[in-house]
């Protein structure tokens, strides 16, 4: 298994560029989130998704948007991207329906909007 | 709503020292309590965990304890290698599946 991958590692955009950051997990998980990590304040939710077709928005979700079309992935989508944008995305998966299931994550996407 | 409170960092220890990272939350209802650690340059790995009031997670010499009564799951090892030099993130989740983070510490071990 490959676990969770993210693609792109690094990326650097302009101010007003629009991109996707690809997420995808073979584990068949139907539980499946995005975060992202800034200094000094952990991680926090943006978005994220309990099934196929269902997501739904988290702490910060203001300027991201998703979509859930199949289990294994989940997309993540800046339309207009901005400097306050500039921060690493992790995408995380569980199984299960317990809160205490273990997230499994990716190993991130380093974003710079300049 | 949910909250996690962590020791600022960074920590620095030498090679054996014993270590305490502390952990505080609010939340509402009886959340599950996680450490996670992050090598440099990757994603985050689940290093314990804990469901109820008193139960203690282990994993690779590391121990914690959830303690209702004082909201804390602090995180304990009795002697640190240089291996250890990760970032450390306490987390809880309630009734949902979402992760609540603490701000993380950076543990740094000196040979």
């Known amino acids: 298994n490959a676990g969770v991958t993210q693609t792109p590692k690094f990326q650097v955009l302009k101010t007003g560029q629009s991109m996707t950051l690809q997420c995808a997990q073979d584990?068949?998980?139907?539980?499946m989130s995005w975060y992202r990590q800034d200094p000094g304040m952990g991680l926090r939710l943006i978005h994220y998704?309990?099934?196929?077709?269902?997501?739904d928005q988290g702490e910060v979700p203001n300027g991201y948007n998703v979509s859930r079309s199949t289990t294994e992935d989940f997309p993540l989508r800046l339309l207009s991207a901005a400097p306050s944008q500039t921060s690493v995305y992790f995408c995380?998966?569980?199984?299960?329906?317990?809160?205490?299931?273990?997230?499994?994550f990716g190993p991130g996407t380093r974003l710079t909007v300049l | 709503g949910n909250s996690v409170t962590q020791m600022e960092g960074p920590v620095t220890l030498s090679e054996e020292a014993f270590l305490t990272i502390n952990c505080t939350y609010t939340a509402t209802g009886y959340p599950s309590l996680f450490w996670y650690v992050q090598y440099p340059g990757e994603g985050l790995q689940l290093l314990l965990k804990a469901t109820k009031a008193d139960d203690k997670g282990s994993n690779k010499g590391f121990e914690a304890t959830y303690r209702k009564e004082t909201t804390s799951f602090h995180l304990e090892k009795g002697s640190v290698q240089v291996s250890d030099s990760a970032v450390y993130f306490c987390a809880l989740t309630g009734s949902a599946r979402q992760l609540t983070f603490g701000s993380g510490t950076q543990l740094t071990v000196l040979p």
């Open positions: 995380a998966s569980s199984s299960g329906s317990s809160s205490y299931n273990e997230q499994f």
């Open positions: 584990m068949n998980h139907e539980y």
């Open positions: 998704s309990v099934g196929a077709g269902i997501t």
